[in-house]
C-alpha cells in the first residue's frame, strides 16, 4: 500500500500524475496576485513617462539674420502658463550658458510670451546686437517659478566675434558670515518712494579657480509669492581660498510695504536668505487725510463767496444813502469856538438868541453878526 505525500489538495489520478486544482483556488490566486502585477506595470509605464518627457527646447526661423531684422521662435516642452523672455546675447553658446549674465544681451529689444496649456509657444523677436561680440544665441529663460533655460544658435551678421574666455577651472562660493542688509530709508520713503537698502555678505572661494566678476541674483519675495530675481554682478576677482566682502543693491517698488525675504543666488545655488520688514509709508496716508479736509474747505469757501455775490440786496439796504465821511470832524473837535453847519437830515440849527432866526456862521460870533439898525458911518437909518 502506497503511503500520501504533500498537501491535500494534491491528488493522485490512480497513474502516477497530480490531479489539476480546483477552479475555486485558482480564482483565489489569481485574485491575490493580479494587483501587484497591475501596480508593477504602471510604475514601469510612470518611470517611462518621466524618462520620455522633452526637456525644454528652442528653435528658430532661421539661424542668422541682421540688426533690424526679424525671426520666429518656437519652443516646446516648457511648463503650461509660464511668462518666458527671448532675448540675444552675445559671449554666448548652449554648452556654457550666458557668460556676464543678462549684461550680455540686448534688453532693450527683449520679448515676453506665455506658454500655452502644452507648454508651447511662438514668438516673433527682433534681431538686436548686443553688447559683446558674437558667438550669440536666443535665450529663453522663464521668470517666475523654477528657474528653466534655453539657449539656441543664432548668427547676428555684420556683428564682431570673439573667443569665448577660457575656462581654467571651477570656482565655488560659499558664504562665511552672516548675511545683513545695510542703510536707512529716507524721508522720501515716507511718502512712498522705493526703499533700498545694500545687501552685504562675505564670501570665499573653496574651489581649484579664480572667479573673475560674479553674477549674483538677488530675488525679493512678498508674503507667499515667489522671489523676483534681478542679476547684480560684482565686480572683482577672488583667488582660490581667498575671501571678499561683497555689497550687491537691494530695491523694492515704490509704495511697498510689509514682511519681504532676500534671497542670493549664485548659479543654481541659494546662497543666503535674510528677512527684511518695510514701514508703512505714512505720509501718503497723511497726506490724503489732508487732501481730504483742504478740499472740501476750499470748495465751501469759494460756493460762499459766490452766494454772497449773486444773491440779491433788500429794498431798504439800497434806498439808504451812503453817508460821505466828514474829513473837519477831527479839525472840528479840536477847534471847539468853530461850528459846523449841520446838515439837514440832523434838525434845525441852534438859535444864537431867543427869538433869533439867523443862522450863526462857522467865522462869525453871535455877538460880531452883522444888526440892521447898527449906526453907519453915513448916519442913522
Not at 562665511?176 to 542688509?181: E, M, Q
Not at 574651489?207 to 560674479?214: E, F, L, Q, R, Y
Not at 512678498?222 to 566682502?245: D, L, S
Amino acid at each position: 500500500m502506497t503511503g500520501r505525500t504533500g498537501p491535500a489538495a494534491l491528488r493522485s489520478d490512480g497513474r502516477g500524475r497530480a490531479a489539476p486544482l480546483p477552479a475555486a483556488l485558482l480564482a483565489a490566486l489569481l485574485a491575490a496576485i493580479l494587483p501587484a502585477l497591475l501596480l508593477t506595470a504602471a510604475g514601469a509605464h510612470a518611470a517611462g513617462r518621466s524618462a520620455a518627457d522633452p526637456k525644454p527646447a528652442v528653435t528658430l526661423s532661421g539661424k542668422q539674420a541682421g540688426k533690424g531684422g526679424e525671426i520666429t521662435v518656437k519652443g516646446t516642452g516648457w511648463r503650461a502658463d509660464t511668462l518666458l523672455m527671448m532675448l540675444v546675447c552675445g559671449q554666448s553658446s548652449p554648452a556654457r550658458g550666458v557668460i556676464g549674465g543678462t549684461n550680455s544681451c540686448a534688453n532693450a529689444d527683449g520679448r515676453a510670451v506665455t506658454t500655452d496649456s502644452k507648454g508651447a509657444f511662438s514668438k516673433k523677436l527682433p534681431v538686436a546686437e548686443p553688447p559683446v561680440p558674437c558667438p550669440c544665441v536666443v535665450h529663453v529663460a522663464t521668470v517666475t517659478g523654477d528657474q528653466s533655460v534655453a539657449d539656441a544658435v543664432f548668427v547676428v551678421a555684420g556683428h564682431p566675434v570673439a573667443a569665448l574666455p577660457k575656462e581654467d577651472g571651477n570656482g565655488k562660493l560659499a558664504v562665511l558670515a552672516t548675511t545683513r542688509l545695510e542703510g536707512d530709508s529716507g524721508i522720501l520713503t515716507w511718502f512712498g518712494a522705493p526703499p533700498s537698502r545694500r545687501l552685504v555678505l562675505t564670501v570665499g572661494n573653496l574651489g581649484s579657480a579664480a572667479v573673475k566678476d560674479p553674477v549674483f541674483q538677488v530675488g525679493t519675495a512678498h508674503g507667499v509669492y515667489a522671489p523676483q530675481w534681478e542679476e547684480r554682478q560684482w565686480r572683482g576677482t577672488i583667488e582660490p581660498g581667498r575671501k571678499a566682502r561683497i555689497e550687491l543693491p537691494v530695491e523694492l517698488t515704490a509704495g511697498a510695504h510689509g514682511d519681504y525675504q532676500v534671497s542670493l543666488k549664485y548659479g543654481t545655488k541659494v546662497l543666503a536668505e535674510q528677512p527684511w520688514g518695510v514701514g508703512r509709508p505714512w505720509g501718503v496716508t497723511l497726506f490724503w487725510i489732508l487732501l481730504c479736509l483742504v478740499v472740501p474747505a476750499a470748495v465751501f469757501r469759494i460756493g460762499m463767496a459766490v452766494v454772497d455775490k449773486v444773491r440779491p440786496r433788500s429794498a431798504h439796504a439800497a434806498a439808504r444813502p451812503r453817508r460821505r465821511p466828514d474829513r473837519f470832524a477831527d479839525v472840528t473837535a479840536r477847534l471847539p469856538g468853530l461850528r459846523r453847519t449841520p446838515a439837514p437830515s440832523e434838525g434845525p440849527a441852534p438859535s444864537a438868541g431867543a427869538g433869533s432866526t439867523t443862522a450863526a456862521l462857522p467865522w462869525f460870533t453871535p455877538d460880531s453878526a452883522p444888526s440892521e439898525h447898527r449906526p453907519t458911518t453915513k448916519g442913522h437909518s
